[in-house]
């Protein structure tokens, strides 16, 4: 997983918006690797319990990628939001 500091209280807006985009590499990153994972074990070059290992980590990894997605499009929103409403 990217470093990651969930205090965005003195981030710009465009600080914000470079941590989303390397967020969506990082989700792009986790969709190849799931797309290997299950290629490879089609192909039979792992186990299913490697399989399973792995996509466990996979998924953990995901949701935390989503988790982040969502604070940051928050994130972006409130700036968005209050620089409209002054």
């Not at 074990?41 to 982040?68: F, G, M, T």
Request: with cysteine.
């Amino acid at each position: 997983m990217p470093a990651w500091c969930e205090d965005f209280t003195t981030a710009s807006l465009d600080e914000v918006i470079q941590s989303q985009a390397a967020n969506r590499a990082w989700s792009k990153e986790l969709r190849a690797r799931s797309a290997t994972l299950v290629n490879n074990r089609l192909a039979k070059l792992i186990s299913q319990d490697d399989y399973l290992n792995d996509r466990r980590l996979v998924d953990h990894e995901a949701a935390e990628c989503r988790r982040r997605a969502a604070i940051l499009d928050t994130q972006i929103f409130r700036r968005k939001y209050s620089f409209a409403s002054h």
